[in-house]
């Protein structure tokens, strides 16, 4: 022990034993689920199967997550953690061979989906453990730390193809001996892990949605970027003529990012809060989307997808980071439980509706895909993200009754006529800026200039710097 640590107060000192099991077992998982998603990418792909259905079989591991979510809380107060935990793996290994063995699509759907349950509850309960131990202050560098290393061994994975293949068992070798590998970890650091947190009212994952909707929202765009990109940049690559060989180093350089990245935004977050870093993640990503189709085949791809890779899985290290902030005791729980459901559906409906996008426009349906969530993100985070986030919570909250049902119907209603009134002003404002002045007398209006205000005189919440238009002066004296 240092002199620093002792003389740390006890709530501020790290137990790094069990932060180090904690960290080694979901690294090693994250080695076989990395490897998974291209391999069988690249064996569909061989097969001749199309870009949907490839998207629509990668979703079925993603979907597991989504019908574990809701007995994972139950469950890990029953059996235990570290019994559920040790559980999982072994099922995860067993599945994992069940589908080198049957090397067909169909096959694949029931057997993906079953990974993706027992892949689960390990993460849930890994980060929970995680969280309990982890004191506030160096929330954002431990939990930085906690994803670059997962991430390193996310790009262990597709690394690893580039050694074994992706022909016959060798490579689902790998991912079977580290799923096993993964609960012997749990099994020798079992007297040093924490108990799962009881205190605080029972939530479930389904009332966690109203506690946090745009902090889910958050999951949900890291997980169907991630998703998007390791199961159709495959696809994606070989529509521009690259082999496999360059796609795999490509996505390894963007799981690297991962790794490199995400102590340095941890510590950036505890600088300038995790909304703030979480803001500059989206953006950021938003503009590797949009550099991607004309820098792909020059060596500016390299630092571009490393960076990207980083600052789009930096969106779930700050959502993790805000979950620690303001959740504890069974509410984590519950949350950690929803951030798996919520990856799950980012999972399963982000990679069969770029895979569509791709069929109905082309290969650059992924990156504008991938531009499009990280925009509504970046849009819903400059706004003031704890009012739109409590505003959505309301119906969210009441939406089990049938009056809170109207009222949400109602609220969208009233939305979507406003969105359209204004959406017409606005092309009226457009069309009447570009007149001239004797333009203008012509019709008989002049120009006004007022801000924040619609043509008719109704308050808004929208800055508005377009010219309003009132009845001319020398028409109303005739």
């Known amino acids: 022990m240092t002199a620093e640590s002792t003389m740390l107060p006890r709530e501020d000192r790290i137990p790094w034993a069990a932060m180090a099991g904690i960290i080694a077992t ?4 994250a080695v076989a689920q990395g490897l998974t998603y291209p391999l069988l990418s690249f064996i569909l792909e061989r097969q001749g199967t199309t870009p949907g259905l490839i998207g629509l079989s990668a979703a079925m591991t993603p979907l597991g997550f989504i019908v574990s979510a809701p007995f994972i809380p139950a469950l890990a107060r029953r059996v235990g953690g570290a019994r559920l935990a040790i559980l999982c793996s072994i099922l995860a290994a067993l599945a994992l061979v069940a589908i080198a063995w049957a090397q067909d699509v169909w096959a694949w759907m029931p057997l993906r989906l079953l990974l993706g349950f027992f892949a689960n509850p ?3 309960i890994s980060e929970t453990w995680l969280m309990s131990i982890t004191p506030a202050p160096r929330r954002g560098r431990i939990m930085g730390l906690y994803s670059s290393i997962v991430s390193g061994g996310f790009a262990i994975g597709p690394l690893s193809l580039g050694l074994v293949g992706t022909q016959g068992w060798p490579p689902f070798m790998i991912g079977i001996v580290a799923f096993l590998l993964c609960g012997l970890i749990v ?7 924490p108990d799962m947190p009881q205190e605080g009212e029972a939530t479930s994952v ?7 909707p745009l902090l889910l929202f958050a999951v949900f765009t890291a997980a169907a970027f991630e998703q998007i990109l390791l199961s159709l940049f495959a696809i994606y690559g070989a529509a521009l003529g690259s082999v496999e060989a360059r796609i795999t180093s490509l996505i390894t350089f963007f799981i690297a990012g991962n790794a490199v990245l995400q102590i340095v935004l941890g510590r950036v977050a505890e600088q300038f809060g995790s909304t703030r870093t979480m803001s500059l993640c989206a953006l950021v990503s938003l503009v590797g989307c949009l550099l991607l189709p004309s820098i792909f085949d020059s060596w ?5 997808v490393f960076v990207w890779g980083g600052v789009s899985f930096g969106i779930y290290t700050m959502s993790l980071i ?3 902030e303001r959740f504890t005791g069974q509410a984590l729980i519950a949350g950690n439980a929803a951030f798996a459901f919520v990856w799950g559906i980012g999972g399963i409906v982000g990679s069969p509706a770029t895979g569509l996008a791709m069929q109905l426009i082309g290969h650059q349906g992924l990156p504008s895909s991938l531009g499009l969530l990280c925009c509504a993100l970046a849009v819903f985070l400059m706004t003031d993200g704890r009012r739109v986030e ?3 919570a309301k119906p969210l909250g009441e939406h089990i009754t049938t009056s809170g049902l109207l009222r949400l119907l109602g609220r969208l209603g009233i939305l979507a006529t406003h969105w359209k009134i204004w959406g017409g002003r606005l092309a009226i404002r457009g069309q009447n800026d570009d007149l001239s002045e004797g333009q203008l007398l ?7 200039a007022r801000r924040e205000r619609w043509l008719d005189g109704c308050e808004t919440l929208l800055p508005m710097d377009y010219f309003e238009y009132s009845l001319h002066p020398d028409v109303s004296e005739r």
């Open 122 to 124: 390990l993460y849930v």
């Open 300 to 304: 500016l791809i390299w630092p571009l």
């Open 187 to 193: 099994l020798a650091v079992v007297p040093r892990l």
């Open 322 to 324: 805000q979950l620690g």
């Open 442 to 448: 012509e019709l008989g209006i002049c120009r006004v």
């Open 26 to 29: 979901v690294t090693v998982f």
């Open 390 to 392: 409590a505003e959505l």
């Open 206 to 212: 389904a009332g966690f949605f109203a506690l946090a």
